[in-house]
C-alpha cells in the first residue's frame, strides 16, 4: 500500500470494531471499494483572489466541475523558489483576470494536502491542464528564468481558448562574464609576474648597454 513519499495509504473504518465488520472491512479494500483518507487543510475563510485555493478534501470536486483551463500552482513551505514563483503566478493571475475568462489559476500547498490527481513530492510543481484534455499534463520548466514574460508564453502555447493578448515585455538580458576558473586565475597571475619580470630585464639590459656605450665613448674622447 503505497502513497506519497513512499509513505501509507490511510483507510478509515467507521463502524464498530468487531470481526464481521474487520473481515467486510479487509475485503471492501481489496475489491477497491474504499475510499482513502486525504490528509487536507481546512477551507481557507476568504477564496475571492483572482486565483483560488483548492485543498485535499475538495480537490476532485472542483477540478471535476471545472470547464476552464487551469494553470496549478504546486508549493510547499520550506520552498526555496517558491517565493518568487508565487509572486509572478499571483502578478499574472491578477493581469489575466479580465481578459482570459477561461483560464482558472490554482494554488495548492502540495505539503498540507493530499491529491491523487496531481500525486507529486518534489516542490515546486507548475502544471497546465487545457480544458478540452485533462489527461494532458504541461510541466513549465522551474529551472529556467523565471519571468512574468516565460510563464505568460508557456500559458498562450498550451490554452485550448482563444487567446487574448496583453502586454508582457520581454526581460533584458544581461551579459555575465564566465567565471574563470582557478587554475585560469593561477595561469593569468603567472602571465602577468613574467610578462612585469622580462619588463625589468629589458630594462636591466638596456642600462647596462647604454653604460658600455658611454664606457666605449669617454675612451674614444681620450684617444
Not at 62 to 74: G, M, Q, S, T, V
Not at 111 to 137: C, H, L, M, S, W
Amino acid at each position: 500500500m503505497k502513497s506519497k513519499g513512499d509513505g501509507l495509504e490511510k483507510y478509515l473504518m467507521n463502524k464498530r470494531v468487531s470481526e464481521e465488520n474487520l473481515i467486510k472491512f479487509v475485503d471492501d479494500f481489496r475489491a477497491g471499494k474504499l475510499k482513502k483518507l486525504l490528509k487536507s487543510d481546512n477551507e481557507p475563510k476568504y477564496n475571492d483572489e483572482a486565483w483560488k485555493i483548492w485543498i485535499g478534501r475538495n480537490f476532485e470536486k472542483n477540478y471535476r466541475e471545472c470547464k476552464a483551463d487551469i494553470l496549478f500552482f504546486f508549493w510547499t513551505k520550506g520552498c526555496n523558489n517558491c517565493p518568487q514563483l508565487n509572486k509572478i503566478f499571483q502578478r499574472l493571475a491578477i493581469r489575466l483576470e479580465k481578459k482570459n475568462k477561461n483560464l482558472l489559476f490554482v494554488k495548492v500547498d502540495g505539503g498540507n494536502n493530499d491529491v491523487e490527481e496531481f500525486d507529486y513530492v518534489d516542490f515546486p510543481k507548475i502544471v497546465f491542464v487545457p480544458a478540452n484534455d485533462r489527461t494532458q499534463r504541461n510541466f513549465y520548466d522551474v529551472t529556467t528564468s523565471n519571468s512574468e514574460y516565460s510563464f505568460y508564453h508557456f500559458m498562450k502555447d498550451h490554452s485550448s481558448f482563444p487567446w487574448v493578448e496583453i502586454d508582457v515585455p520581454k526581460p533584458i538580458e544581461r551579459k555575465v562574464e564566465k567565471q574563470k576558473s582557478e587554475e585560469e586565475q593561477f595561469d593569468d597571475e603567472l602571465k602577468k609576474e613574467l610578462k612585469e619580470e622580462n619588463v625589468k630585464v629589458e630594462e636591466q639590459v638596456k642600462e647596462e648597454k647604454e653604460d658600455v656605450e658611454a664606457i666605449v665613448n669617454d675612451e674614444k674622447i681620450d684617444l
